[in-house]
């Protein structure tokens, strides 16, 4: 299954339409790991033990 980690850049409210689609949805606010670039985000969140 997908899993999305929505941005500080986009509406919190793509976390909701994407788990009422099915997907598994977090935003960066939620995990308060706002504030990071986005090349940390993405080592953060590729690993496979990131939940």
Known sequence: ???FKIDENLPIEIA???R???YEAETVWSEQIQG?????LLGMTSRPSFT
């Not at 990071?36 to 940390?40: C, G, L, R, T």
């Open 1 to 3: 299954m997908l899993r």
């Open 20 to 22: 009422e689609a099915g």
């Open 36 to 40: 990071f670039s986005d090349i940390e």
């Open 16 to 18: 909701d339409l994407l």
